[in-house]
């Protein structure tokens, strides 16, 4: 058995309806507190961010999930500190590969490169009280419930309460040290 080619490859604008299509998909409209919006505010997006860690400029990333060839989701870092040492991770995968492990691959292919930055203390994330997979997902990685805010988000209408999740260099290192 051969394990899927998975890549995160630089995002770039011709990955917009992709990204489009995938905010679409009901699962993400459920799970995630996606506010509207447009083609070009997402391709904005794509453009103000960058895949090159080494910009000492850039304070926001994004990468596209590649499988096989194929877009099937994206990865973005961003609100970087460089002198707090802190960043924020989101990911979104299409509907069709979820359930497989391939956004745990994803993030953790991310969190490599993001905590080769020396200066890099902690990520965090953010996820719907009721959106599972996604607190699967930060648990398999190390990250550490902190908190929850409560009736945070708005999802389809209804108030959602919103988890913090964090991961600190240690526990990551710790982490990779026993695999």
């Known amino acids: 058995m ?8 630089p995002a770039l604008p011709e990955h917009v309806d992709l990204w489009m299509a ?8 459920r799970l995630m507190p996606l506010e509207p919006s447009s083609r070009e505010s997402l391709l904005e997006r794509i453009q103000e961010a960058t895949s090159d860690l080494s910009d000492p400029k850039a304070t926001s990333f994004r990468w596209m999930v590649e499988l096989d ?3 099937i989701g994206t990865v973005a870092a961003r609100e970087l ?5 802190r ?3 989101g990911y979104m995968l299409s509907s069709a590969y979820h359930g497989r492990g391939l ?18 203390h902690r990520v965090w994330l953010t996820t719907a009280a009721d959106n599972l997979p996604s607190q699967g997902l930060a648990r398999k990685l190390g ?23 964090g ?9 990779r040290s026993r695999r």
């Not at 995938?22 to 409209?29: A, G, I, L």
């Not at 991961?167 to 982490?175: C, D, H, K, N």
Request: proline share 4%; charged share 30%.
């Open 87 to 89: 960043i924020e991770i």
């Open 2 to 9: 051969t394990t899927p080619d998975l890549r995160l490859v």
């Open 103 to 120: 956004g745990t691959r994803a993030v953790a292919m991310a969190l490599e490169r993001l905590f080769e930055w020396p200066f890099l």
């Open 22 to 29: 995938m905010r679409e998909e009901p699962v993400s409209r």
């Open 69 to 71: 060839g194929h877009i």
């Open 143 to 165: 990250f550490t419930l902190e908190g929850v805010m409560r009736e945070h988000y708005l999802i389809d209408g209804q108030r959602k309460d919103q988890q913090v999740w």
């Open 81 to 85: 500190s460089r002198f707090q040492g």
């Open 167 to 175: 991961l600190l260099r240690s526990e990551w290192e710790t982490r």
